[in-house]
């Protein structure tokens, strides 16, 4: 996504025509997460980089379902999830980014963010929890943020899991009816429901004003969670595919001493 073009968020786009049934996808993701967790074996040895995978959506739109499915791929040492619920009173207390930069993930390393600093131009900005002065120059400060983290060898890869109003009502529903999901349900969430149309705006500022070259967003249509599972598998294959990790060859130190091992 770039420039200023509006972005398209309407139900249409919440789903990809013509795609295949979700047995061939889910075998096609397979093979994805098998490829990323060969990436991620180099990856996390070559060191040179590290790689930060912001998940964003409404309630219900499978940030969750993202993280399951993508983390069984990866070495558990490498990777680090960060969700990012309403900030405490020490939070608020310091600047926005504050709380973000201190999980954002070293060299080596790929960290998931459950939402993010995001929440401050999209939930702050809708729900008016600071005035538009604030939160409208945080586009600007959210730029400068990233294309610093790029600068010192962070890779951003964002995702906007973007569902359709009906899909949402079925799977709030559904955490209602399924006991196994009760607790999920949040009445918050019917607040950001009622506020659908204005959230759509948001998201539509945050797309249009925060992908940049080096910290692009992806809209992933995602009511169908097969759908939504192969896109993002693939976009993190071709991501480390496009850094060419590699591992280490081997210190001469470390060659002496092997050839003295006995
Ligand atoms: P989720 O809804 O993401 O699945 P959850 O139900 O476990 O997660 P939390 O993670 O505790 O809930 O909090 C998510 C809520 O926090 C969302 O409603 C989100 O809008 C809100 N939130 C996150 N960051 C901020 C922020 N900076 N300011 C205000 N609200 C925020």
């Not at 918050?188 to 004003?209: F, G, H, I, P, Q």
Request: charged content about 30%; glycine content about 4%.
């Amino acid at each position: 996504m770039e420039g200023s073009e509006r972005v398209p968020l309407g139900n249409k786009a919440a789903r990809v025509d013509g795609a295949p049934d979700k047995k061939e996808l889910e075998a096609l993701t397979r093979e994805l997460l098998t490829q990323l967790t060969d990436l991620q074996d180099a990856f996390h040895a070559d060191g040179r980089h590290s790689l930060l995978l912001i998940l964003q959506g409404r309630d219900a739109s499978g940030k969750d379902g993202v993280i399951k499915s993508v983390y069984g791929a990866f070495n558990p040492t490498g990777v680090r999830v960060a969700a990012f619920g309403p900030p405490t009173a020490l939070e608020l207390r310091h600047d926005f980014l504050w709380r973000v930069h201190q999980v954002v993930p070293p060299r080596g390393m790929i960290g998931v963010f459950n939402r993010s600093h995001y929440e401050d131009v999209l939930a702050v900005r809708v729900r008016k929890l600071a005035p538009e002065s604030i939160w409208k120059e945080r586009f600007e400060q959210i730029n400068h943020f990233e294309s610093m983290l790029h600068a010192n060898g962070v890779v951003i890869r964002k995702c906007f899991l973007h569902i359709s109003q009906d899909e949402q009502r079925e799977r709030l529903l559904s955490r209602l009816d399924d006991p196994r999901k009760n607790w999920k349900f949040r009445v918050e969430d019917l607040d950001d429901r009622a506020l659908w149309d204005d959230y759509t705006e948001a998201y539509r500022d945050v797309l249009s004003k925060c992908s940049t070259p080096s910290a692009p967003w992806y809209v992933v249509p995602s009511d169908e969670k097969a759908v939504r599972n192969y896109l993002v598998a693939q976009m993190l294959v071709d991501t480390l595919q496009a850094l060419h990790p590699t591992y280490p060859s081997m210190q001469p130190a470390v060659r002496d001493a092997a050839r003295n091992f006995t």
